[in-house]
């Protein structure tokens, strides 16, 4: 395609006689095809445990999330607990609450750019104070 218009601006710039006006024209025909793509950005910080927290039972956990598509209606959000904290995981801020297995779990609905996920994390017998992981795994893809 360069060299196609490359010539065209080349015939341009050449002297035209008087008496004979040419005229070079061209048809291009683009195209392009742009891939969905999803991108799902969160705090990372720790969720600190305390004692009271273990002696209560849970812990509650808030995550704000940024998510960039293209494909907004095809978004599927996974959930995957992490081993080892936690013996179920509550979620609220979906269209309805979400409760994660230990084989996680998909949520489609119509995400906005920005939404907010509180997580009540019911903490095992044996958990012990201390800063941890966020206890699943959160990952978005498009379908």
Known sequence: MRSLWLALALVAAL????A??????????????V??????????????????DVERGYRDVSRQYQLKTNAPDRV???????????????????QAP???????TEVTQLFGRTFTLTY???LQSEAAPGEYELPVR??????
């Open 138 to 143: 959160v990952t978005a893809i498009v379908r």
């Open 20 to 33: 004979r006006a040419d005229t070079a024209s061209a048809s291009l025909q683009v195209s392009a095809r």
């Open 15 to 18: 002297p035209l006689d008087a």
């Open 120 to 122: 009540r994390l019911w």
């Open 98 to 104: 979400v409760r994660v297995s230990e084989l996680g």
């Open 35 to 52: 891939l969905p793509h999803v991108r799902l950005q969160s705090d990372d910080s720790p969720v600190a445990i305390t004692a009271a």
């Open 76 to 94: 599927v959000l996974q959930l995957d607990p992490r081993v080892g904290l936690t013996e179920a995981i509550e979620i609220q801020g979906f």
